[in-house]
């Protein structure tokens, strides 16, 4: 095991680091890689280094960003709830935050360049705690099964209305689709510094987490019985993937299968141990994120949303794990 962990931190840095620079240098236009990789040092005064330097370092560093959060985010929401499937969306946030810029769309004719940001993070934030708020209460206190249930019933009310704002108002249709469809296309330097903050404080939340979530997977008396606070975990998780989860869906939009599968696929690798698989989230979900990009933008002339193509890479690798004899628990 030992071993299989090493060569996983090996192999995840050097994927990150080849994808990170093939992001740089690849994209859907004329641009050469050879032109692309001179652009990144030397400025020209041309439309090709405003490409590189404006457009595809920012759009790179916003993919791992993306990738960090929604990767941790996936990974504390399955340790919560003990359900090696769970995704992130499961408390409503993603369901929160679209339903917030849809509104901002529709009352406040938001183009969705910069102000949707904080609608997005305020809904992601107000989901949560609807969610934990109601999920908790009860003699029971916050089982997995109550977050869970309440997480999916809440998140469906919100699509519900977000879908008829939508539905009733096409100009708020037409505002909101890219969007929806969570593309990392045309996204400059201000939305990374805009939600990079909110990342970063998410992430250092998740990474304290790790022996706590390993005690909360024995049960939460067990936990007790450990010296665990089962209640403060689950609402320091909640905060984290709130931050994280509300903060990428803020800059690129509700992205499927990353928090899904990333921390599913460590967890059969690796075992687990959370002290690996969030750390691991770090590296695996980023290099998810750009992959998905890359191919997004070679695939078709247009362009292919991110979100769209990690849905089409999640689903099977997702189906053949899951069919794996052997596969990791919780």
Known sequence: MRRRRVVAVVLGVVLLAALALASLLVGSGRLSTAEAWRLL?????????LIVREYRVPRTLLAIAVGIALGLSGAIIQAITRNPLADPGIL????????????????????????????SLAGALVAALVV??????????????????????????????????T???????D??????????????FDTLWAVLPFIVVGAAIALVLPRALNALALGDDVAVALGSRPAVTKLAGVTAVTLLCGAATAAAGPIAF??????????????????????LCLIAAPVLMLAADILGRVA???????????AFLGAPVLIALTRRRGARGL
């Open 300 to 310: 078709v002339s247009s362009e292919l949303p991110a979100g769209v193509v990690t």
């Open 258 to 279: 990353v928090g899904l599968m990333v921390p599913h696929a460590l967890r059969s690798i690796v075992g687990p141990d959370q002290r690996w698989i969030l750390p």
């Open 167 to 173: 539905l009733t108002q096409p100009e708020v249709f």
């Open 92 to 119: 409503g946030v993603n369901a929160g935050a679209y339903t917030a810029v849809v509104f901002a769309a529709a009352w406040l004719g938001s183009s969705l360049t910069g102000a949707h940001i904080a609608f």
């Open 175 to 188: 505002r909101v689709r890219f969007w929806a469809a969570g593309s990392l296309q045309n996204r400059q």
């Open 132 to 165: 934990y708020g109601i999920g908790t209460t009860g003699p029971a206190g916050g089982t997995p099964t109550k977050l869970v249930l309440t997480g999916t019933a809440f998140g469906a009310v919100l699509t519900g209305i977000s879908f008829a704002v």
């Open 41 to 49: 040092f030397t400025d020209d005064g041309g439309p090709d280094g």
